[in-house]
């Protein structure tokens, strides 16, 4: 398996534990399995950087996939993202109750996996979810703006196993199109999850976090 990593630099030995603790999957190896995004992300800092180009071999490998929706909702992946994520003060302090009650009834051990894929909720995309969780968006709504496409996904590496069957390929230097790509996509995502935050506060139609853990 193809998978890609984009970076202002050239990486060829990653590890599964150099990133920040508080992203998504906690600390890990973040790659994607589509070249594009990589190169998206190449470029976010308005710099041209490299995609990094690796190959793996997944047989035997635990992988939790979050977007099999007939084994996961939403919901388990939100719930990774309260457990991971450092939380505003007074989000925190408002929700702590529906958190607890969202990681008592969808928490999954992802210790026990060496891959994870799910989508991307980096710092522009974290309040979709937080909006979920105050209650101004339904989960079917919020399911839509991930079938939009806009987030993308990613493939992680969270365990030694699966980081030592990682082979370096080579590095590809980002065009420079792509500069300024990540912004564009980011925008577009807002723009359309704004407009269905709007018909969800309107409408108060759909399931709500209320609902789910009555």
Not at 92 to 111: F, M, P, S
Not at 121 to 135: I, L
Not at 137 to 166: C, D, M, P, T
Request: proline content about 1%; charged content about 30%; hydrophobic content about 35%.
């Amino acid at each position: 398996m193809k998978i890609y990593h984009g970076s202002k630099i050239i990486l060829e030995k990653p590890t599964y534990k150099g990133s920040n603790p508080s992203n998504d999957y906690g600390a890990a190896f973040y790659a994607t399995l589509d070249y594009e995004d990589a190169c998206i992300w190449a470029s976010r800092n308005n710099t041209v950087g490299f995609v990094n180009q690796y190959e793996i071999n997944t047989a035997n490998l635990k992988i939790l996939d979050l977007t099999d929706k007939e084994k996961y909702s939403v919901l388990h992946w939100i719930t990774l993202l309260l457990e991971n994520r450092t939380l505003n003060y007074s989000f925190k302090t408002l929700n702590q109750g529906r958190i607890n009650k969202l990681i008592e009834k969808y928490h999954i051990d992802i210790n026990e996996y060496d891959i994870v894929i799910g989508y991307r909720a980096d710092d522009a995309y974290f309040r979709f979810p937080k909006e979920f969780v105050v209650g101004n968006i339904s989960l079917e709504l919020l399911e839509k703006v991930f079938e939009l496409g806009e987030l993308g996904k990613q493939f992680v590496i969270i365990s030694e196993k699966a980081i030592n069957r990682l082979r370096y390929r080579k590095a590809v230097e980002v065009e420079r199109k792509y500069v300024g790509k990540y912004y564009e996509q980011v925008q577009k995502a807002t723009i359309k999850f704004d407009e269905i935050l709007k018909e969800s506060i309107s409408s108060n139609e759909g399931t709500r976090i209320g609902d789910l853990l009555k």
